[in-house]
């Protein structure tokens, strides 16, 4: 995210894939407003004041494919010290057998473009391995060993483990992010179903019945699952592929995220 991949990000794991998904319930097309908060600060480092918004669209069908628009734009306030602006950009596309994914994410700071990676990453068909082609910010070709997640594909399987009653999953996970080439280790906590109505002001009525589990996903270097996670990202995971309640966690502060807006979409069915 994540976030979001935040995520959403706007932003886990593995319980089967293409085939099992295929019964699973829809993900609905939504647009959501997240406005972020300065829930923590500690250190010399960490900011004195923080506020943001993220704005998510997120569109398409397992027969079309998935279309996830994101826009994250943070304001730092140092202890000491002009406001750092931060706005991250990101448009993917992952086909609905999660064997590829499109991805462009541009980063402005202080309203210069500081950093573009553009690129695609296709798995074998046999699943053992990912190919990613990189075009920004430089062309790069890298082959893996590997079987990561995509995002879509990510939240889905993370469904299918809350609804199997899992409390732990391990699993590893490509977005885009980062270098373009970096796929993360990640460990994520499943809580049990949530009985109380949702904290998000603009979900409490309209999917105050939809059944939703919070999540917290760290996500590690590879490799590097021993040591500390480069970030946290705190959620609750609605059945139909909306998230709220978000917690930010950067090591050094912490912002929070709550639904100000959330529009649903009309759904295409699958033919």
């Known amino acids: 995210m994540n976030l979001m991949n935040v995520c959403l990000p706007v932003a886990a794991l593995v319980v089967g894939v293409a085939p099992a998904m295929a019964a699973e319930a829809p993900f609905i097309p939504h647009r959501a407003i997240y406005d ?16 943001g918004r993220i704005a998510f669209d997120f569109s398409g069908s397992a027969c079309e494919g998935f279309v996830t628009t994101f826009r994250q734009v943070t304001e730092l306030q140092p202890s000491e010290g002009e406001t750092r602006t931060s706005d991250m950009r990101s448009t993917t596309y992952e086909d609905g057998r999660a064997k590829m994914l499109r991805f462009k994410i541009e980063t402005l700071v202080n309203g210069r473009l500081a950093e573009t990676i553009d690129g695609t990453a296709q798995k074998a068909e046999d699943g053992e391995a990912l190919s990613i082609n990189l075009r ?15 995002p879509t594909e990510q939240a889905r399987t993370l469904i299918a483990a809350a609804k199997a009653g899992k409390r732990t999953f391990e699993a590893k996970v490509f977005d885009g992010s980062d270098t373009g080439e970096k796929i993360y280790d990640t460990l994520t906590v499943i809580g049990a179903q949530a009985n109380k109505p949702p904290e998000d002001s603009a979900l409490r009525e309209t999917l105050k019945t939809m059944p939703r589990w919070p999540v917290v ?3 590690f270097d590879p490799g590097k699952a021993d040591s500390t996670p480069s970030y946290v990202l705190g959620f609750d995971l609605y059945e139909n592929g909306v998230s709220g309640n978000l917690r930010l966690d950067y090591g050094d502060f912490v912002l929070a995220g709550k639904v100000s807006k959330y529009e649903p979409l009309p759904l295409k069915e699958c033919k």
């Open 36 to 51: 972020l908060t300065l829930e923590k600060s500690t250190g010399t480092s960490a900011p004195a004041a923080a506020r």
């Open 136 to 150: 920004a910010p430089k062309p790069l070709k890298h082959d893996f060993g590997v079987n990561p997640l995509f």
């Open 217 to 219: 996903v760290s996500y």
